[in-house]
């Protein structure tokens, strides 16, 4: 969770909002929020979902046994 709590810290900061009025605004405890930032191993899964959802992100599970699909190349190699 380090680096996501560190993603969701600076998405805070760029929004310009201090843990109080993040934790008030996307309806968790500002404790959450502190443990989240901090890199706990062990967070709610459903809490982080609703922060990643006022931010306007979400977590998307890919696996590392599948090719992942994109934009190709106009490149010959």
Request: proline share 4%; aromatic share 4%; charged share 30%.
């Amino acid at each position: 969770m380090d680096t996501l709590g560190k993603q969701i810290k600076a998405l805070r900061k760029r929004s310009g909002l201090t843990q109080m009025e993040f934790s008030s605004r996307a309806g968790v405890g500002l404790r959450f929020i502190r443990d989240l930032e901090q890199g706990k191993p062990s967070v709610r899964l459903d809490k982080v979902n609703q922060v990643l959802k006022f931010l306007g992100h979400h977590l998307e599970i890919v696996s590392d046994h599948e090719p992942r699909t994109g934009p190709k190349s106009d490149r010959s190699v």
